[in-house]
């Protein structure tokens, strides 16, 4: 069963840093693609960034560009998002979620829609 459980939100001053986890199980990240999405209440989950399951490939939106990295360990099972200058507008509840993709993919999609298993989420929030 394909399981995610993210981790690493906290309170966090404007212009801080921050690290996300997004542990993986039941499957291998060489054939899934694993994205990074945030939610604010009354809003649409927006996509954040992807990795490709080649992990060659990413992407971001224009709001973290710069900002945000996302990376993974595949013997760890383990997709990271690190959140540099964060901003009040970053304050939400982050998700990774998961779309198999086949092996060595450079697929990086950004829908939710796209997305299959979602984790149960992490919040994060910027203030002062």
């Known amino acids: 069963q394909l399981q995610l459980v993210e981790s690493g939100g906290d309170l966090v001053q404007p212009g801080g840093s921050l690290t996300l986890s997004c542990v993986a199980s039941?499957?291998?990240?060489?054939?899934?693609?694993i994205g990074w999405f945030r939610q604010t209440p009354g809003t649409e989950r927006e996509g954040v960034s992807s990795?490709?399951?080649?992990?060659?490939?990413?992407r971001y939106a224009d709001s973290v560009k710069g900002r945000f990295t996302i990376s993974r360990n595949v013997a760890k099972k383990t997709v990271f998002l690190q959140m540099n200058d964060l901003k009040p507008d970053d304050t939400a509840v982050y998700y990774c979620?998961?779309?198999?993709?086949?092996?060595?993919?450079?697929?990086?999609?950004?829908?939710?829609?796209?997305?299959?298993?979602w984790g149960q989420g992490t919040r994060v929030t910027v203030s002062s």
């Open positions: 979620a998961t779309i198999f993709s086949g092996y060595g993919s450079g697929w990086t999609p950004i829908l939710a829609t796209d997305y299959t298993t």
């Open positions: 039941g499957f291998n990240l060489d054939y899934y693609v």
């Open positions: 990795i490709s399951s080649s992990g060659r490939s990413t």
